[in-house]
T-cell receptor, first 111, second 117 residues
């Protein structure tokens, strides 16, 4: 599985847009990019997944450039409840559930 | 649709004992994976089961074992507990079968917090 690199931590004020970038230089052709959110003492929660270009759902957007060597999770208008650790994962089809989590990005949202 | 459930949520054991954790996947999900999460090592993959067969295994000693039943429910067992086994144990289920893969990302349960004294 391709290795990912994310910032260890980020700070934001409530109401701002937060962009977390993940680097995955060795991404393979069949790899998808998936983001999870985790609160303390809870299991990771699936946020969004994409392969290329842009994906948007009700909670976030995922931007993937043409070379796919990085991706950016965008959280619009964050609130205090978005304070969590965000993980970027990259993996190929056929290896479902064998997820390799990196250190993640600890997002702290304050008033 | 109910999510992934894990029992018990909290467990306290002493060194040398063994423990069994249970996971019920989302209805219809056939793949179940187990992960260990500690502050020092982060989230680490233990093993994956699909249709009662272990499909993938992480780099953990043989004291860690698991199984999956015909109804897709899974259990993991840790024998001869060590202090370092204290962790949050997470179960994840997915629809994934052969060839389906990542497009159907797994959903995690709330975890079992194991404390070894």
């Amino acid at each position: 599985l391709a290795k990912t690199t994310q910032p260890i931590s980020m700070d934001s004020y409530e109401g701002q847009e937060v962009n977390i970038t993940c680097s995955h230089n060795n991404i393979a052709t069949n790899d998808y990019i998936t983001w999870y959110q985790q609160f303390p003492s809870q299991g990771p929660r699936f946020i969004i997944q994409g392969y290329k270009t842009k994906v948007t759902n009700e909670v976030a957007s995922l931007f993937i450039p043409a070379d796919r060597k990085s991706s950016t999770l965008s959280l619009p208008r964050v609130s205090l409840s978005d304070t969590a650790v965000y993980y970027c994962l990259v993996g190929e089809s056929g290896t479902a559930s064998k997820l390799t989590f990196g250190t993640g990005t600890r997002l702290q949202v304050t008033l | 649709k109910a999510g992934v459930t894990q029992t018990p949520r909290y467990l306290i054991k002493t060194r040398g004992q063994q423990v069994t954790l249970s996971c019920s996947p989302i209805s219809g999900h056939r793949s179940v994976s187990w992960y260990q999460q500690t502050p020092g090592q982060g989230l680490q993959f233990l093993f994956e089961y699909f249709s009662e067969t272990q499909r993938n295994k992480g780099n953990f000693p043989g004291r860690f074992s698991g199984r999956q039943f015909s109804n897709s429910r899974s259990e993991m067992n840790v024998s001869t507990l060590e202090l370092g086994d204290s962790a949050l144990y997470l179960c994840a289920s997915s629809l994934a079968g052969t060839g389906v893969g990542w497009v159907l990302s797994p959903f995690f349960g709330p975890g079992t917090r194991l404390t070894v004294l």
